[in-house]
């Protein structure tokens, strides 16, 4: 399943979020469950120079949301997807903006050695349905840990379950060096740990927990706005 939702639905809807140290106008990226509307689509004519198809997917018609055949044609150095619903017509957004990126991205399959024998068997599921199907499914790929509930902003919008000012939440090293033994007997091991908060560079002692992942062969993501 593959769509590019940002770049077919264009609302001029601005939301503008004031807080002491996030400020800025977000445009939010409109998912395809929004409803219709007239500029809900990037019906056209594609470039002169377009090429046959690289690869055929699914997707989903941004007007009904009905799950619809779509291929990916590349086109002026990058990679499009284009998509024919029966009732709306035929749709095209850039999915990949350089098109020798994408070729190089897919030699690679880093989920080869995943599976999961227990995958529902519910074709019709996806992607209406936020669990694990047949065409989705595997183990855990990178482990996610919340290493603190602290952050040294205070975003209008932030991915973070709870606001830091409501729960207090902070796994000492101890435990949070159990999470990543149990992760490394995992079978297959997952090749990467995320951690995430709040802002991990709060925590004094970080650098001593991506030592102890690093020792476990994990590779370590920091989800931190870097202004530590």
């Not at 769509?3 to 004031?18: G, Q």
């Not at 919340?146 to 000492?172: G, M, W």
């Not at 999470?179 to 995992?186: I, P, R």
Request: hydrophobic letters at 30%; one cysteine or more.
């Amino acid at each position: 399943m593959e769509h590019s939702p940002h770049l077919l639905l264009n609302s001029p809807r601005h939301l503008r979020f004031n807080t002491s140290k996030c400020t800025k106008i977000r445009t939010p990226n409109h998912h395809v469950h929004d409803s219709a509307s007239p500029v809900a689509d990037n019906r056209g004519t594609l470039s002169n120079n377009w090429r046959p198809p690289v690869k055929k997917t699914k997707s989903i018609c941004p007007v009904c949301q009905k799950k619809i055949d779509a291929e990916l044609t590349e086109a002026d150095g990058k990679i499009l997807i284009t998509k024919k619903c029966k009732e709306h017509g035929t749709f095209f957004a850039a999915h990949w903006q350089s098109s020798s990126i994408f070729k190089f991205s897919e030699k690679f399959d880093f989920f080869k050695d995943f599976g999961d024998a227990n995958s529902p068997e519910n074709p019709d599921g996806c992607p209406y349905i936020c669990e694990s199907c047949n065409n989705h499914a595997s183990d855990t790929v990178i482990g996610v840990i919340d290493v603190t509930k602290r952050c040294d902003l205070n975003c209008a919008i932030c991915f973070s379950t709870f606001p830091q000012h409501e729960v207090d939440y902070e796994p000492s090293k101890d435990a949070i060096v159990k999470m990543l033994e149990f992760l490394s007997k995992v079978n297959p091991k997952p090749p990467a740990i995320l951690f995430s908060g709040g802002e991990p560079l709060e925590r004094d002692d970080m650098h001593e927990i991506v030592g102890v992942a690093h020792k476990l062969r994990f590779m370590t993501i920091l989800a931190t706005n870097g202004i530590q």
